[in-house]
């Protein structure tokens, strides 16, 4: 009925961002903004859309976009900031800064700044920074966890226990709630408390409120079994070889399992650059139809194994 009309486009890509379709919200946003270009909660959920995908490029541009928009707007800096992490730290520290000159003592910003200090291996500096926050009553359970994370060179466990345990005491939002007591688990765990460690990590979960299905997973793997037979492969289109183009290399391995340091020797080459865990697999598979949750059967026997890396990539939250 309205096929031009940008509001409409923006309700529906936020819908379907609520529902962790991002790459289907991201194309529903992406024409809210191009029929109302004035919208600056379509650059931003846009944004939120694409950096939830891996592509941090287009959310720092939506974001870009959004603060010319509305430059003061504490959220879209603090938004940015993150998004620019890793990419272009100065940037990152800038809007971060920015955000704190809308809003003093911003939990968020100042994290955010903590944490890009402490990602050069400066924990000194980055406890200067959430110092202030630290002694603020109630105390941001994010700025406790994020002490806990750099406590440790600074020989301040003990402390960073008792703000945890004080932070956790008041009621606070789920989620970060869930981190907090990983936070907290882990810090009893290395001090040897091992019977708390585990209640600590038994509430996150509990808060988490994660559920394994094993018959789910035992469905998944024999489709996988059914249908990857030698045939499969031998009638599966190739990826085509361009002559001089860069080609990916991908380390595959279970977790702590040393793909980190390989890639980090790969890396130390000249010719090679570690790109480090991107998302792009995950989404693409996570975009993929599948059958069962359209009012199918569970995929069995020949079904394309897609329809599976599908499912376990929105159940798991795949990563490469």
């Known amino acids: 009925l309205l096929p031009n009309d940008g509001v409409v486009w923006l309700e529906l890509g936020r819908t379907r961002l609520g529902l962790g379709r991002h790459s289907e919200a991201a194309d529903c946003l992406r024409k809210a903004v191009d029929f109302a270009p004035g919208l600056v909660e379509g650059y931003f959920l846009l944004g939120v859309a694409t950096q ?18 509305v430059p003061d707007n504490v959220e879209l800096n603090i938004r940015l900031g993150s998004a620019c992490t890793g990419l272009d730290d100065n940037k990152a520290a800038s809007s971060f800064r920015k955000a704190l000159a809308c809003q003093a003592n911003h939990p968020m910003a100042t994290v955010g700044l903590a944490c890009l200090r402490a990602y050069k291996g400066d924990a000194a500096g980055a406890y200067q920074v959430l110092a202030p926050l630290l002694q603020k009553k109630p105390l941001d359970l994010k700025v406790a966890a994020t002490f806990a994370d750099i406590c440790r060179p600074l020989q301040r466990c003990q402390e960073a226990i008792d703000l945890l345990e004080e932070a956790l005491s008041g009621k606070r939002d789920t989620e970060n709630q869930c981190q907090a007591y990983f936070a907290l688990g882990k ?68 977790p702590r399992s040393g793909t980190t340091l390989i890639e980090q020797i790969l890396a130390s ?9 991107l998302g792009e697999l995950g989404a693409i598979a996570a975009a993929l139809p599948v059958p069962h949750q359209r009012g199918y059967s ?23």
């Open 52 to 69: 939830s995908s891996g592509n941090s490029a287009e959310a720092i541009s939506c974001y870009e976009r959004a603060l010319q928009l």
């Open 187 to 254: 810090l009893y765990d290395r001090q040897g408390g091992y019977v708390r460690a585990f209640g600590c990590y038994r509430k996150g979960n509990e808060l988490a409120n994660r559920q394994y299905h094993p018959a789910e997973d035992a469905s998944f793997f024999q489709g996988m079994i059914a249908c990857m037979d030698a045939g499969f492969f031998a009638r599966t289109p190739r990826a085509r070889e361009y002559p001089g183009q860069k080609r990916p290399v991908f380390i595959v391995g279970m």
């Open 269 to 277: 080459h000249p010719s090679v650059h570690g790109a480090g865990e």
């Open 298 to 320: 569970r995929p069995t026997g020949r079904t394309l194994p897609q329809t599976h890396f599908g499912y376990f990539a929105r159940k798991y939250g795949c990563r490469d």
